[in-house]
């Protein structure tokens, strides 16, 4: 089919300009290093910053805002991890950096399972029974829900898992997607966030209900409040609320706006990598670019070459965009956002 061909072309021609990047810069081919030194530097400037605030020496919000930033840095590690691309020879030290990645972002999933949900995404991207695009938002129609559901996979998840289901046993009746395959992926998609997922959002979930009952009693002279017992279980996460979960709000925010906007669903070419994603680098994305680190800029390039580094993609973006360009991947497709991100034209049954 003429788009595999392409795609094997894009891939090549990809392939070769990350192969000049690093025999003019050899220190790239230090992968594992690479990748340790930045989860180490990432994870420093976390606790470094938290102790800061902690000693009132740095603003709440200034804390919040580079704690998303080095969080996003964590995300793209854990991806890359998915992937093997750190210390796969060294399963100890591999498992270590994914659990690490994973508690200092407990808002996420279980990476192990996600890592069966990120490689069926892969092979199915933008199909009904892509599970991993479909929590995060990709192919609803934008609303308020939406915006509301976009960085949470709990309640988010639980609104859209009726949906979710019923699609899947349509795809299996229709001799598109095997019933095991069927059943393994809802069972994952539940085992994936019990029990740290469930938690970090429950603990937000009551932060926000306690700051909208005192807002509501300054302001009405009401006397809401949670029991005493709630209340003190609430002070004692406060570190762990203000320097884990409210960046990591913040970032993952970011991160699924993106995401799920950068990906096609629904109406794509069986196995047509060139349909799945398209760029979105538009200026107005830049701040929330900068907590998912550029995740539009260079996803695309991931579904290509899904063996390179993060840090190595945004290094050779540029030659890899002039490539991706050049074969018809989009740039900042923003009519996805009215097309509930068809790639042709949305028609709702």
């Not at 603003?59 to 996003?72: D, K």
Request: proline letters at 3%; hydrophobic letters at 45%; aromatic letters at 16%.
């Amino acid at each position: 089919m003429k788009h595999q061909e392409t795609s094997r072309q894009i891939r090549k021609e990809i392939n070769q300009s990350f192969q000049q990047l690093k025999e003019t810069y050899p220190l790239l081919k230090w992968q594992d290093s690479i990748g340790l030194s930045i989860f180490l530097l990432s994870i420093i400037a976390i606790i470094a910053v938290s102790i800061g605030w902690y000693k009132t020496l740095i603003p709440t919000w200034l804390m919040i805002v580079i704690n998303a930033f080095f969080m996003g840095v964590l995300h793209e590690i854990e991806h890359d991890l998915i992937h093997w691309l750190y210390f796969k020879k060294y399963k100890p030290i591999h498992h270590f950096m994914l659990f690490t990645v994973w508690i200092l972002r407990p808002l996420t999933v279980n990476p192990w399972i996600r890592r069966k949900m990120h490689y069926h995404h892969h092979k199915f991207s933008g199909t009904l029974h892509d599970v991993e695009e479909r929590s995060v938002t990709n192919g609803e129609r934008w609303s308020v829900k939406r915006l509301l559901m976009t960085p949470d996979v709990v309640l988010g998840g639980l609104f859209r898992l009726y949906q979710m289901h019923s699609d899947m046993d349509r795809e299996v009746k229709n001799g598109n997607l095997k019933e095991e395959t069927s059943l393994t992926l809802k069972r994952i998609t539940f085992l994936s966030i019990i029990p740290v997922t469930i938690f970090a959002h429950v603990v937000l979930y009551f932060f926000f209900a306690d700051m909208l009952m005192n807002w509501m009693n300054g302001q009405f002279g009401t006397h809401l409040g949670f029991p005493y017992s709630i209340e003190n279980i609430l002070r004692s996460l406060d570190i762990i609320t203000y320097t884990i979960l409210l960046p990591n709000l913040l970032r993952q925010f970011c991160l699924h706006f993106i995401t799920s906007n950068m990906h096609y669903f629904g109406d794509l070419e069986d196995g047509n990598v060139i349909e799945q994603t398209q760029v979105l680098n538009v200026w107005w994305t830049f701040p929330m670019q900068l907590f998912c680190f550029f995740f539009g800029w260079t996803h695309s390039i991931h579904h290509f070459v899904v063996n390179e580094t993060f840090y190595v993609r945004h290094l050779g973006r540029k030659q890899a965009q002039d490539v991706l360009r050049k074969y018809g991947v989009r740039f900042n497709d923003l009519g996805t956002f009215r097309r509930a991100n068809r790639f042709r034209e949305y028609s709702p049954k």
